[in-house]
């Protein structure tokens, strides 16, 4: 009988651990799990502040979509979240190590204020 329990244990355990494997996160914000999100665009800096810039627009929602700006060191500056076309939701900047830090970001002659995401 207390063999038949611990069986009994594993096997919910590896069914939860499956689930939780499986499981996508709904949020639209998420850069954790961006299977939801397709690259649609790449444009070169052509000389400005930051090497290029990468569009990701939603499968499932295309109202939703993301801008990844790389440095000229080819690592990720800034990931700026948009829903039809105007900023929406959080701004993350990254420093030369990678780390989301406070910042500015110049797009277009415009500054933007940052703010953290966590």
Do not use: W
């Not at 627009?57 to 440095?71: G, Q």
């Not at 406070?102 to 500054?111: F, M, S």
Request: net charge positive.
């Amino acid at each position: 009988m207390q063999f038949q329990l611990v069986a009994f244990s594993l096997f919910l355990a590896s069914l939860y651990a499956c689930n939780s494997s499986a499981h996508h996160n709904k949020d639209p914000y998420s850069l954790e799990d961006t299977v939801n999100y397709k690259l649609t665009q790449t444009q070169q800096g052509g000389g400005g502040v930051f090497f290029k810039t990468e569009t990701y627009v939603n499968t499932d929602d295309t109202a939703y979509s993301y801008v990844k700006v790389y440095s000229y060191t080819k690592k990720v500056a800034a990931v700026q979240f948009y829903k039809g076309g105007k900023k929406h939701g959080p701004t993350i900047t990254y420093n030369e190590n990678g780390t989301p830090q406070l910042g500015t970001y110049y797009r277009n002659d415009t500054v933007i204020d940052m703010h953290p995401f966590k």
